[in-house]
């Protein structure tokens, strides 16, 4: 599980950064991509990856406005030239997300070669099973506009067969190993039998990553950050400016590092920062937050982050 920030801008692009997008990849766990907003240029972006975009199966828009939704279009359009199969997406974002996709194909005579499905989510926010066990968790934030955070639950992974607890047994390696591994119940060549459940460690717990869309501080970002293995925050703003952010429906670094602590997660990651912040404007950021909430990382376009549990 790896997330890799396409655009890390807030409002407008610049020459460091473009405007939101970032793909959270699961190649190893489901063998497809999710993408979280989609700003102008983002198909740009993804030139300049490994991505493959028949791999992106799911788009989640937090909200519809343009520095997250003008590049969805041409994203789909050109999707169509880019896949082997008819491989099927689908967008999940805010009501009026159907609206503003199926307007843009019909004026600009784009035809989509694979289905395409538009969820329009609940604006009270709720659960999506996705991918069999796989859990998203969505609700409203605090943006003036209906914006959605989002937080993906992994499934929990079964326990490890426990080698060494075995070792005296001299199970012979083969079928008798993989079925103690499901759990089952083995008789061995001497006429012993064993109980898989008994060899069978504790379940990992899945991992958790919040992706919040743009807002103020609010309950609900403190609710799906709750113990998240990874945060993604805005931090449009510096901590001086809280009450321009307050008035824009944005956040400060150090609010998004006070919604960290509160919810208790392992790491923060803050994007969406404001074109007019360069250099040390950025270790300023960093360094705001990290008062706060010592994990923390200002991330650039391209960055990509390894998700630990």
């Known amino acids: 599980m790896e997330l890799l920030f396409l655009g890390t801008g807030a409002g407008l692009p610049s ?6 997008s970032l793909a959270l990849k699961l190649l190893d766990e489901l063998n497809e991509i999710w ?8 198909q740009h972006q993804i030139l300049k990856t490994s991505l493959k975009p028949r791999k992106i199966r799911k788009v989640f828009i937090s909200h519809l406005h343009g520095d997250h939704i003008f590049g969805l279009p041409g994203f789909l359009s050109s999707r169509s030239f880019q896949i082997a199969e008819r491989e099927d997406l ?3 974002g805010p009501p009026g997300l159907r609206n503003y996709i199926q307007s843009s194909l019909k004026f600009s005579k784009s035809k989509l070669l694979y289905p395409l499905k538009i969820v329009e989510l609940d604006p009270q926010g ?17 943006h ?3 914006s959605f955070g989002f937080r993906v639950i992994e499934p929990d992974q079964p326990g490890q067969l426990l080698m060494d607890k075995l070792a005296k047994y001299q199970v012979p390696n083969g079928p008798l190993l993989g079925q103690l591994k499901q759990g089952k119940q083995v008789q061995l060549p001497d006429g012993q039998i064993l109980d898989g ?21 609010c309950s609900n970002s403190v609710i799906l950050a709750k113990q998240a293995d990874c945060l993604v925050h805005e ?7 809280h009450k321009m952010a307050h008035q824009y429906y944005h956040s400060t670094s150090q609010q998004a590092a006070n919604i960290a ?24 950021l960093q360094a705001e937050a990290g008062k706060t909430f010592a994990s923390v990382k200002v991330v650039n376009d391209f960055d990509q982050i390894s998700i630990k549990g």
């Open 90 to 92: 689908t967008v999940f």
């Open 126 to 142: 709720g659960k999506l099973q996705l991918n069999g066990h796989w859990t998203m968790e969505y609700l409203p934030l605090d």
């Open 15 to 20: 020459k460091g950064r473009n405007v939101s």
């Open 197 to 217: 459940k008994d060899f069978i460690g504790p379940k990992k717990a899945g991992r958790i990553v919040s992706i919040l869309g743009d807002s103020r501080p």
């Open 261 to 284: 602590k509160q919810a208790q997660v392992k790491h923060l990651l803050l994007n969406h920062i404001s074109a007019r912040y360069l250099g040390q404007d950025i270790q300023q």
């Open 35 to 42: 993408l979280f907003d989609c700003g102008e240029a983002t």
């Open 235 to 241: 931090a449009t703003h510096r901590a001086n400016e």
């Open 144 to 146: 003036g506009t209906l």
